[in-house]
C-alpha cells in the first residue's frame, strides 16, 4: 500500500516573515509540491496560467464552490481566490507533501475539510520586531501599518488552531524546524500502520 503524503498549511500574521521561510523550504526540499491558487483576476503581466495561478471565470469558480472543489477560497476586492481540492487529494495519495502558504482564514476552512493536514503558525521573535518588518517594506502609510501591527496582533491568538508554532528569529533556522516537524509527522504510526504492518507482513510469507 502506497503512503499517504502530507498537506504542509504554513500561515501566521502578516510580516513574520512566512512567504520567505516558504521559499527557503521549497528551494531545500525540492520534492514538496506547491498548491497553486485559482482566481478569478485577470493575469498580471508575466503570469502564466498554471503556474502563478489557475485563471478562471468567476460563472465557472463559483460553479465549482457549489460543487464542494475547494480546499478555502475567499472573495478579496470582487475577485475570488481559492485552493482546488483536486490536485491537493491527487498529490496527497500519490505519496507526495504538499505545501500550501496561506492566511489564517483560509487555513482554518482547510482545517475542516481535511483535518489531517500538519497546520504550523509562523511567529515573529516579538512584537517590536514585527512592527520593524512591517514598516522596512516601506510600501505602506503609517496608518495602514498600524492596522497590520494591530491585526496580527489578534492573529496571533490562532495559534491554538494550529499543530505547531515556529518563532521566525533567522530564516534558516524556522526551516530547520518546519523539516523536522515533517520527519517527525513522516514516522508517525497512526498514519503509517498499515504500511508498516504489511510491509513485514511480506517478509513473514515469504
Known amino acids: 500500500m502506497m503512503k499517504k503524503g502530507l498537506l504542509i498549511v504554513i500561515s ?25 491558487s485559482a482566481t478569478t483576476r485577470e493575469p498580471r503581466v508575466g503570469e502564466i496560467d498554471g503556474v502563478n495561478y489557475y485563471f478562471i ?17 475567499a472573495k478579496v476586492y470582487d475577485n475570488y481566490y481559492g485552493t482546488p481540492k483536486k490536485y491537493v487529494i491527487e498529490e496527497i495519495k500519490k505519496g507526495n507533501n504538499v505545501l500550501l502558504e496561506i492566511d489564517i482564514q483560509g487555513a482554518l476552512q482547510v ?7 500538519i497546520f504550523i503558525f509562523i511567529l515573529p521573535p516579538s512584537m517590536e520586531e514585527l512592527k520593524k518588518r512591517i514598516i ?13 501591527f494591530e491585526s496580527a496582533f ?23 524546524k518546519i523539516r523536522g516537524i515533517i520527519k517527525a509527522e513522516s514516522c508517525k504510526v497512526t498514519d503509517n500502520i498499515e504500511e508498516i504492518i504489511s510491509r513485514y507482513k511480506e517478509e513473514l510469507s515469504c
Open 136 to 148: 522596512g517594506r516601506g510600501t505602506e502609510s503609517e496608518a495602514d501599518i498600524n492596522k497590520r
Open 12 to 36: 501566521g500574521p502578516s510580516g513574520t516573515g512566512k512567504g520567505t521561510v516558504c521559499k527557503q523550504l521549497l528551494n531545500i526540499e525540492k520534492d514538496i509540491k506547491i498548491s497553486i
Open 111 to 117: 482545517k475542516e475539510k481535511y483535518p489531517e493536514g
Open 154 to 176: 489578534e492573529e496571533i491568538n490562532y495559534v491554538k488552531e494550529y499543530n505547531y508554532y515556529v518563532i521566525n528569529d533567522e530564516v534558516e533556522k524556522a526551516v530547520e
Open 57 to 73: 471565470d468567476e460563472d465557472i469558480f463559483e460553479k465549482q464552490i457549489e460543487n464542494d472543489e475547494f480546499l478555502e477560497y
